[in-house]
């Protein structure tokens, strides 16, 4: 059984840091791309960024230079290193695979930028 866990968000000040984890089970971990998306209230899901299993990463514009997608997979863990954070990177952060052409979710984690 495919199972994501996010972890790690929480209240920060612009410009600060915070370093997002997804622990993953329930399959070959090295093998599958691993995907960010986050949701503000009142607005579409949106793409992040993406590890693949060979390291390859993307991101969307707005995050290029300040977020960094990484993976341990002999922790089968996906992190989402997270710097200079601005006010509109409040949102719930999700992690995502695709399996067996099912997409699988995590349950989210808050990150708030404010002062």
């Known amino acids: 059984q495919v199972q994501l866990v996010e972890s790690g968000g929480g209240l920060v000040q612009p410009g600060g840091s915070l370093r997002l984890s997804c622990a993953a089970s329930g399959f070959i971990f090295r093998t599958k791309a691993m995907a960010w998306y986050r949701q503000a209230p009142g607005k579409q899901r949106e793409w992040v960024a993406t590890i693949h299993g060979d390291g390859y990463t993307d991101y969307v514009v707005s995050v290029k230079g300040r977020f960094t997608a990484s993976r341990d997979n002999d922790k089968n863990t996906a992190y989402l290193q997270m710097h200079s954070l601005k006010p509109e990177d409040t949102a719930v952060y999700y992690c995502?695979?695709?399996?067996?052409?099912?997409?699988?979710w995590g349950q989210g984690t808050q990150v708030t930028v404010s002062l």
């Open positions: 995502n695979i695709v399996y067996e052409s099912r997409s699988y």
